[in-house]
């Protein structure tokens, strides 16, 4: 395949992890807490070496294909997948630390998928060990594509962490491979994977590598994506003519092509439909090629699906995908609380998207979900400990109801060791991992740098030939002082551009001293131009008072309720402070809460105090299902923590949304 060194059209390009020393006190601790505890569990999990969780035999399953072992493949069609995310986890890890320990166990896993891999170049352990010689005839459901997307992603990153080409090598050898089935020549398949994913990947390869085949072929996915005749239907129609009826009956669908994102092409979608993941993995990989190919009707298709999602279909804490059936979007403002699904990979993959479209618009308000989705939707997927986590992100939660209905596909109301279908627990690890990828990012032609979240970090930069180290001090998210130094190693004119918050009312701004402009922002970035001299200090100031949410009077389960947040960060109040029959707690519309931190809560977390009511019960009518008389209420002091938070002592209620007295 021909290479080249095609620029890039985006307007910012991201830090790399190399350019990036995380310093921060709430984030530093959690990707210690990746490197030092969920990196070794989460590879016990997948040798099956952990107590009491359900097996993954991810491992084994490779062994299998590499016939160094006997046996039966176990686990999901997509099990690969789970290796993959580790291993660009640990990727992500020896970019900014080294570990010696780490990666010999990290190439020692690489080579056993040298020898797994089929001499074509193929990479997969279902199809090799359980169903030889049926490769790509179940694209819809059965993931491959997704899985070596997955193990792609992890070679760019140990690539560029570590500098060794083999994993990279493997990974290109089975993309060549790929782009001999698939294409638009006689002979090869005009099709598509059910689950986008190797779209992100094939881009991350093609900027590796300087192969800008893999970035066509990406193109050819997404474009391939919802045109007639639909794939899905030939391929289908060939399993049933090969007497294959698992999965398929002549003369019925089981999903709709809008479960796949894949009932219209791309660039003729405007509205965010079907199974939630899916869609925001697709999305960002859309947004990237649009900059890549300078394709406006691609980006403007990314912005009306985006407006859809954050509009009328996101929760307050940055979940999306609402329904526990199919795991999917449904209409505009159906957003219920105690049923929502807002699985934790759904949180992720928003960042991702909201990442991508904030390089090519330089907009706050992509920032400003990306860092929503990080505190809340993301965060509470994990433990405080590591070791657990949550695949489904409720915001209301009653034990015995959710008890009744348990199932797979139901709310959980303690987080769980591990999953059968594991895909959450290495992805929040990778996103941690990587964190510093998010902080900033440096236009194009290297005048400016951009400052997007708030976190103790050094970031160095070339900027117009000369060195450049900014160093920034904060609390954030607990409370709103930001301090960054610009150090140049001589003195020379670029541009420091500051995100002042959607949530944030007042700010201001110092710059050594002398007052800046705060208000005069551009798309909610403050551009500070100079001529910077070593040790300027920028001082911020972020007003962060508590504030009520309230939900559009279109989402029938927020009627007559208000949602705390502070900064970045949503509250809800748990059993374990407030009691039981949380659904009874009011506030009324003019309460006022204190914050306070408690170091020895929850690992350090601000805490909201507050008085509210509650009903007051009559002994003598206690056990009424129904009566004639309203319910005197009496005050009652409430305590809020931060969502991410809830979950970590003992089992019991939770809620989000607080009803409000007028």
Not at 242 to 258: E, F, S, V
Not at 529 to 545: F, H, T, Y
Not at 626 to 639: F, H
Request: charged share 25%; proline share 5%.
């Amino acid at each position: 395949m021909e290479k080249t060194t095609k620029p890039l059209k985006t307007f910012m390009k991201p830090a790399s992890l190399k350019q990036v020393r995380m310093t921060d006190t709430f984030w530093s601790s959690r990707q210690r807490n990746v490197t030092e505890t969920v990196v070794p569990y989460q590879w016990d999990a997948l040798n099956d070496a952990i107590p009491g969780a359900e097996p993954s035999h991810t491992i084994e399953n490779f062994r299998l294909a590499a016939k160094e072992a006997e046996g039966e493949y176990y686990g999901m069609v997509f099990q690969d997948s789970d290796l993959g995310k580790w291993l660009e986890t640990v990727g992500f890890v020896l970019s900014t630390q080294p570990d010696p320990q780490l990666e010999r166990i990290a190439d020692e896993v690489i080579d056993l998928l040298g020898r797994a891999q089929q001499p074509d170049g193929y990479l997969n352990t279902y199809y090799t060990v359980k169903e030889p010689g049926k490769r790509w005839t179940n694209l819809r459901d059965n993931h491959e594509l997704y899985c070596a997307g997955h193990l792609m992603e992890a070679a760019v990153s140990y690539y560029e962490a570590t500098g060794k080409r083999k994993f990279l090598d493997i990974m290109s050898r089975y993309a060549d491979y790929i782009a001999e089935v698939f294409g638009r020549d006689d002979g090869q398949k005009r099709g598509y994977d059910g689950h986008p994913e190797i779209e992100l990947a094939l881009i991350k390869l093609a900027r590796a590598t300087g192969n800008d085949a893999y970035m066509e072929l990406s193109k050819f996915f997404v474009d391939e994506r919802g045109q007639q005749p639909h794939f899905f239907d030939l391929e289908a129609d060939e399993r049933i003519a090969a007497g294959d009826l698992r999965r398929d009956t002549p003369g019925q669908k089981k999903r709709l092509y809008d479960y796949f994102q894949a009932h219209l092409p791309v660039r003729e979608q405007r509205t965010a439909e079907g199974h939630s993941v899916r869609a925001v993995y697709l999305y960002s990989a859309m947004a990237e090629l649009a900059a890549q190919y300078g394709d406006e009707q691609l980006m403007n298709a990314c912005k009306e699906l985006w407006q859809d999602t954050v509009r009328r279909k996101m929760y307050v804490t940055g979940g999306i995908g609402s329904s526990a059936f199919e795991e999917r979007f449904t209409v505009p403002f159906d957003l219920p609380n105690d049923r929502a699904y807002t699985e934790t990979c759904a949180a992720i993959g928003l960042m991702f998207w909201a990442q991508r479209m904030l390089q090519i618009e330089k907009d706050r308000q992509y920032t400003d979900v990306m860092e929503l989705a990080l505190f809340n939707g993301v965060m509470s997927g994990i433990s405080l400990d590591g070791k657990s986590y949550f695949y489904v992100n409720p915001l209301e939660v009653w034990p015995s109801a959710a008890d009744f209905r348990n199932d797979m596909k139901s709310v959980k109301v303690t987080r769980q060791p591990w999953f059968g279908c594991a895909c959450c627990p290495p992805n929040i690890a990778r996103l941690i991992a990587s964190l510093g990828q998010y902080l900033y990012s440096q236009q194009e032609d290297g005048g400016e740098i951009y400052v997007h979240l708030y976190a103790g970090s050094e970031f160095e930069a070339e900027v117009n030939g000369n060195q450049v180290r900014l160093s920034q001090q904060t609390n954030y998210p607990w409370d709103g002082q930001v301090t960054l130094e610009v150090t140049p190693a001589e003195p020379c004119e670029f541009t420091v551009a500051l995100r002042i918050p959607g949530w944030c009312r007042q700010a201001a701004i110092r710059v050594d001293g002398q007052e800046a402009d705060a208000a005069a922002h551009d798309n909610g970035y403050v551009k500070l131009r100079r001529v910077w001299q070593p040790g300027v200090r920028i001082e911020l100031s972020l007003d962060m008072p508590v504030e009520r949410m309230y939900s559009s009077p279109l989402v029938p389960a927020n009627a007559g309720k208000a949602a705390l947040q502070r900064g970045p960060v949503v509250y809800c109040l748990e059993e374990a402070d407030n009691g039981a029959n949380l659904h009874d707690i009011a506030i009324a519309a003019d309460a006022e809460f204190d914050v306070h931190f408690d170091e020895k809560l929850l690992g350090g977390v601000a805490v909201l105090s507050g008085i509210g009511t509650r009903s007051v019960v009559p002994a003598e009518s206690g056990q009424a299902l129904y009566t004639t008389q309203s319910y005197s209420r009496t005050a009652v002091p409430i305590t809020a923590i931060p969502y991410f938070a809830w979950s970590n002592r003992s089992r019991g209620e939770m809620t989000v949304w607080i009803r409000e007295n007028g």
